[in-house]
C-alpha cells in the first residue's frame, strides 16, 4: 500500500489541489462565479417581491392598480434566475469534468515516469482506483458541491442580512441558533472526513485484489482457486461496505442534527413573530419576508451541512492524489547527450557494486570489473540468481549504482540523458512482453514511424515470417491484451522483433530465446548473429547454443566474475562454466535419446 502522507491539513492539500487546476480555467470560473452571483441576487430578491404584493394589498386583493406589471416583474425575476442557474449548471458541471480530466492525466503520466523502486511495491489495482475514485471526487466537488455550497453560502450571508434589515430582534433568535446547529454540525463533520478515507482506502484494496487475480485468471483456474478468491474479494468488499456505512450513520446523523436543529428554530422563530404581528409591531408582509429569508438561512445552513461532508471526502482524495503527485522516486531527466557511437559502444563497469534500494543489506554486485569493446558480443551465464539480470537493471538506468562506474565511451553513464541513452539501446526482457494492439503496433513499439516493409524485415530477421504469415490479417492481426492469442515462442520472437527494428547501438537479451524450439532458436540465433553486427550485443543465456555464439563468455557467480574466455577455453579450464555446460550436454543428449528411441518406441505400443 501507498504510505500515506501524515498531514493535519488535508484541506491545504485540497485548497493547493483545487487552486492548481482551476488557474488554467479562470475565465471559465470567473463566469461561472458570475452566473451564480446573479442567481442568488434574483432568489433574494423574491421575498422582497413577496413583501411588497402582501403589504399593498394585491395579494388580499385591496388593491388592483398594477396588478399585471408588479406580477410581470415577478416572471421576468423568475425567468433570470433560471437562466442564470441553468449557465452556472453548464458552466461549473463541464469544469469539473475538465479538471479532473487534467488530473487524471497529471497523476498517471507523473506515474510513468517513476523509477521501479516505486513499482516493486505498488498494488496496480490501488493506484487505479485513485486515478478513478479519487478524480471522480474531485470532479463532483468541482462540478458540484463547489458550486451548491457557493450558492447556499451566498444565499445564506445574504438571507442573514436580509433577516437583520427586516426585524433586528427576531434576526438575534436566528443567531443564537445559528450557533447551536453549527458546533454539533462541525463536530460530526470532522468524524466523518476521517471515516470518508477509510472507505476509500478500503475500496483501493479490494479493486487491488480483484486486479491480481483478474490478471493470472489462468492461474487461479487452473488451481482451482476461483472460490476462495471470490471470498477474498467479498471480505474485502465487506469491509468496504462496513467503513461506507459507518460513514453513512454519521453522515445520516450530520443531517438529522442539522435539519432537526434548523427548522425547529425556524418554527421558534415564526412563533415569535407571530406574536409580533398580533401585537402590532410588524406587518403581515414583513413577517412574510422574514420567514422567507429565514427559511433561505435554514435550507442554506442544512444544505451547507450536507455538503461539508463532500468536502471532507474530497479533502481525502485530494490528500492521496497528493501523495501520488509528490512520488520523489522520479528520474532526474537532465543530462549530456550520449557519445555517437559508430559499430557500437565500448561500455566499462569499473569496481561497480550494487545493492537494490529495497534490501540494502545484501550486495548483489561485488567489486564487478569489465570491459566490453566496440561491436562486441558478450554472453553472460551463471547459475540463477548471479546477478545477471541486475547488470541490464544498471545499464537501463532503473537503479544507479551503489558505489564503482559505468562508462559508456569514457563518459560516466550516470551524466547521460536518461531519455536519450535509452534511445540508444535495445532491450527484450526474460519475459516477452506483447501489448494488446495489432502485430504491427507491438514491433513498431520503441520505432512509431517504421515503415510495414521495414517491420517485415525486422519480423524475417526474428525468424518470425512463417507464423505471421499463418495469421489472417497478417501484421494487422489483433494480438489480445497481453498478447494471450500468441504462442510463447511468438510472443518472444514479436518481441525480439521489436528490438531488432528499433536499431540501437547496445542490443540487451535477457533469456531471448527461452520460449522457443530448437528449430525457431536456431533462427533466431542466425538473426541475432546477423543483427549484431554494428552494436554492442550482450546475451543473458541458459542455452549452449546461444553462448557459443558469442565472441566472449563472461561466468558470473554470487555477483563477481569468476570465469571470461571462450566456449572452448573455460571448458578447457574446467570450472563453473564447464560444470554449467556438461550439465547442458547431458540434458541435451537426453533429449535426443527420447527423441531418437523413447518416442518411437511409445508411438510402437
Ligand atoms: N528489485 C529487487 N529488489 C531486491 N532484490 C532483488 C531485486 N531484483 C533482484 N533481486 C535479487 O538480486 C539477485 C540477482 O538477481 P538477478 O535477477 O540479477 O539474477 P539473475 O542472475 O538474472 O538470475 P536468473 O538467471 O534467475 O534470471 C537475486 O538474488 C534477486 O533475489
Redesign the pocket.
Known sequence: MITHMKTDKPYRSLRTTLSSLLTPHKGWAFSALLALLVGSAMSLSLPLMFRRLIDSGYLSGQKMDGLNAAFGVLLLLVFTLAAASATRYYLVTTLGERVSTDLRTRVYSHLLVQR?EFF?SLKVGEVLSRLTADTTLIQTLIGSSMSFALRNGLTTIGGLIMLILTSPKLSSAVLVLVVVVLVPVIILARRVRSLSRTSQDKLADSSAIAQEVLNNITIVQAFNQEHRQAEKFSMASELTYAAAKRRTVNRSGLMFVAIGLAFAGLIVVLWMGANDVAKGVMSSGELAQFVMYAAFVGGGFAALSEVLGEFQRAAGAAERLIELLNLNTTLRRTGDAPPQAVGGFEIEFKNVEFR?P??PD?T?LKNFSLKIPRGETVAIV??????????F?LLLRWYDLTSGEILIENQALQSLHVDQWRARCAYVS?EAVVFSGSLGDNIRYGNPAASDSDVLKALDDAAATTFVNRLPDGIQTEVGEKGVRLSGGERQRVSIARAILRNASLLLL??ATASLDAESERLVQTAIERSRHGRTTLI?A?RLATVMAADRIVV?NE?EIVETGTHKSLVAQNGLYAKLASLQFIDEAAEKTYDSLIRPAAQLN
Open positions: 521501479p516493486e537494490y529495497s534490501a545484501r548483489i551463471g547459475p540463477s540468481g548471479a546477478g545477471k539480470s541486475t547488470l537493471n526474460q535477457d533469456e543473458i541458459h558470473m555477483g
